[in-house]
């Protein structure tokens, strides 16, 4: 139990579907962060969050749109996607955004677009 | 912008085997995380360092900052170590920002 879950674990979906993924963290922490990885690339980060507020965009298209109700949630809204944006999406938590602080990782959701 | 690099890309090894995985990174920094993934994509933190030894069982993480340079060993390898292991460090334009290495896949064998 590494105090993060995520759901779906896999996802398969079209391009036209709106899915959303599913994170929460047992922690007690207030950051958390989506990140993508795709085969053969390093961990990418997507958005983070610190106290439900928003503080990081990565540059992410508007086809992925997070949401944080409060600080143990966090969720990745999916519409109109890409076949390239098939990848493992990775939920994570700590206790805050400092560059020290362990980052806690939950198992990922796979998700393949059609 | 900090690059980090890891080498080698792809590493075998016979258990008990002693192993050692290197990362580099371009500028200066107040930690580096070492993490591993097992097949399936579950992330583990092993490691955070900022300075000098870490041990933990049979892993050893250490860093030289002034060359800019960690390692990750593992003693008396064992097949259940395989796993792809990945440094990464805080951005230097933003610090809550991390920047991951490409990983490195091991694979110890009976």
């Known amino acids: 139990e590494t105090g993060v879950t995520q759901t779906p674990r896999h996802l398969v979906m079209g391009m036209t579907n709106k899915k959303s993924l599913k994170c929460e963290q047992h922690?007690?922490?207030?950051?958390m962060y989506w990140y993508k990885q795709s085969a053969k690339k390093p961990l990418e980060l997507m958005f983070v969050?610190?106290?439900?507020?928003?503080?990081e965009n990565n540059s992410v298209p508007s086809r992925f749109s997070p949401e944080c109700p409060n600080s143990s949630h966090l969720f990745l809204h999916l519409h109109t996607l890409q076949p390239e944006d098939s990848a493992l999406y990775l939920c994570?938590?700590?206790?805050?955004?400092?560059?020290?602080?362990?980052?806690?990782f939950g198992p990922g959701t796979r998700l393949t677009v059609l | 912008k900090n690059e980090v690099e890891q080498s080698p890309q792809n590493l075998t090894a016979q258990e008990g085997e002693f192993i050692t995985i290197n990362c580099s990174y371009s500028?200066?920094?107040?930690?580096l995380h070492w993490l591993q993934q097992h097949p399936g994509g579950g992330i583990v933190s092993l490691f955070m360092?900022?300075?000098g030894k870490k041990k933990h069982g049979r892993l050893i993480a250490t860093i030289n900052i002034q060359e800019k340079h960690s390692s990750l060993h593992i003693t008396a390898s064992h097949p259940r170590d395989s796993a792809v292991y990945i440094c990464?460090?805080?951005?230097?334009?933003?610090?809550?920002?991390?920047?991951f290495g490409t990983g490195t896949r091991l694979q110890v064998f009976p």
């Open positions: 994570a938590s700590s206790q805050d955004t400092q560059g020290e602080d362990t980052q806690y």
């Open positions: 922690l007690g922490h207030n950051a």
């Open positions: 969050y610190n106290f439900k507020e928003q503080t």
């Open positions: 500028v200066g920094i107040s930690a």
């Open positions: 360092l900022s300075s």
């Open positions: 990464a460090v805080p951005s230097y334009i933003n610090t809550d920002k991390l920047i």
